[in-house]
Nanobody
Framework: QVQVVESGGGLVQAGGSLRLSCAAS????????MGWYRQVPGNQRELVAA???????NYAESVKGRFTISRDNAKNSVYLQMNSLKPEDTGVYYC??????????????WGQGTQVTVSS
């Protein structure tokens, strides 16, 4: 009932920038939080940055000062501006959206992922 679609990944040299975009659609009544997670082969998916609709943000220590998460609540969208990229930022980036559907049913949905590769 909820579709989450990411875009904006790619290949970039160390020190460069990328901007990821994500939009959630479907029978959404409200969204409580949206965020970005990263996964590399052999590791668990880990939080990169998250934002609540109330305005709170949370970042992984490794990206603080380099990445910025932003929201467009009217479009059910979230963005991740990634600056000063490092090779260790490489991975598949997944967008997550959590909230409520009609009849107070909750949802917790993931996108298909977008590859970010940072070359040294």
């Amino acid at each position: 009932q909820v579709q989450v679609v990411e875009s904006g990944g790619g290949l970039v040299q160390a020190g460069g920038s990328l901007r990821l975009s994500c939009a959630a659609s479907g029978s959404i009544v409200s969204i409580n939080a949206m965020g970005w997670y990263r996964q590399v082969p052999g590791n668990q998916r880990e939080l990169v940055a998250a934002s609540t609709t109330a305005g709170n943000t949370n970042y992984a220590e490794s990206v603080k000062g380099r990445f910025t998460i932003s929201r467009d609540n009217a479009k059910n969208s979230v963005y991740l501006q990634m600056n000063s990229l490092k090779p260790e930022d490489t991975g598949v980036y997944y967008c997550n959206a959590r909230g409520l559907l009609r009849y107070f049913k909750s949802f917790d949905s993931w996108g298909q992922g977008t590859q970010v590769t940072v070359s040294s």
